[in-house]
């Protein structure tokens, strides 16, 4: 089994960090959530998750991935963490997969020198945290052992792609169809109820 760890800083997008945890986790990665410097982590938009381990549990041989949610201020909180840089070198420089989002590959991974060399994208206007650092616009970037994606809105096909990375193309393909993200030639995406067999009450003003 792969071992993933989703560090969650104040202010982390959440979006961007349950989307990975959900998909991974049913592609049969074990994730852990890990608290960069508390237990009970708040996200961007006030939804409060209460992370597994704390950061200074985790240690890099023990993973095989490592994912950075990005969002405002989590990525700035994420990166002014000495642990946290620490734990994404080590499993970096170990050819393990490090996988980061929205402004998290701008804010955390450019400083580091991770960047350097390799294709990466990142929010749109988030490049001004990386003076020097050219930045691709598409949506999601995988350059060898580093993947990158531009926001919320590439968050699943983010963690489809981390997914394929720790557990195979087959297996990716298999989370991605039984969660609809494709649809199947055999059986175009439709609704599971026929409208015909609906009883409408009151006002139907606005239905068929």
């Known amino acids: ?5 989703v560090l969650l800083a104040e202010g982390f997008e959440e979006i961007e960090a349950i989307t990975p945890i959900d998909l991974l986790r049913r592609g049969g990665v074990e994730v852990k959530l890990v608290g960069v410097t508390q237990q009970v982590v708040t996200g961007a938009h006030g939804i409060t998750v209460t992370t597994d381990i704390l950061l200074e549990e985790v240690h890099a041989e023990d993973l095989d991935c490592i ?10 909180n994420l990166a002014e963490s000495d642990g946290a840089a620490q734990l994404i070198m080590q499993v970096f420089r170990a050819g393990k997969v490090v996988a980061a989002i ?19 994208t990142c929010y749109p206007g ?21 993947i990158t994606a531009y926001g919320p809105g590439a968050a699943a096909e983010f963690a489809i792609a981390v997914l394929q990375a720790l557990a195979g193309p087959e297996r990716a393909h298999e989370v991605k169809s039984k969660a609809l993200f494709t649809r199947s030639k055999k059986r175009p995406l439709q609704a599971s109820l026929n409208v015909t067999q609906v009883s409408y009450r009151g006002d139907r003003s606005g239905y068929p």
Do not use: W, Y
């Not at 089994?1 to 760890?5: D, G, V």
């Not at 490049?127 to 995988?142: I, K």
């Open 1 to 5: 089994m792969k071992h993933a760890a």
């Open 67 to 76: 994912v950075l949610p990005g969002g405002m201020p989590g990525s700035t």
């Open 102 to 120: 929205c402004a998290a590959p701008a804010v955390v991974l450019a400083p580091l020198g991770i960047l350097e060399g390799r294709q990466a």
């Open 126 to 146: 988030a490049e001004t945290f990386a003076p020097g650092t050219s930045f691709s616009t598409l949506p999601l970037v995988r350059d060898g052992n580093l």
